[in-house]
């Protein structure tokens, strides 16, 4: 029993440093995205003239990223 729950206990502080290397790659992704492509967020506003059209621009633009990422995944 008491082995068991050392195994447990490794295996939730091994997940919990996952999880920790995964939200930190993730922030610094996000990070880069914002840093590496200021031309084309400053077309989008200026190109967008409601509230409406930006928000669609932005989807379209995250969707255009997502079927990029999932077609080099295959």
């Known amino acids: 029993m008491a082995r068991q ?3 447990r206990e490794k295996a939730l502080k091994r997940l919990a440093r ?6 930190a790659e993730i922030t610094r ?5 914002d840093a590496s492509d200021p031309y084309v967020m400053n077309e989008l506003e ?7 059209a930006h928000a669609k621009a932005g989807a379209a ?4 990223i997502i079927r990029g ?6």
């Open 61 to 64: 633009r995250k969707a255009a």
């Open 69 to 74: 990422s999932s077609s080099r995944a295959r």
């Open 46 to 52: 200026e190109e967008c003239e409601d509230e409406g």
């Open 29 to 33: 992704l996000i990070a880069f995205l």
């Open 18 to 23: 996952l999880r920790r290397e995964a939200a």
């Open 5 to 7: 729950e050392r195994a």
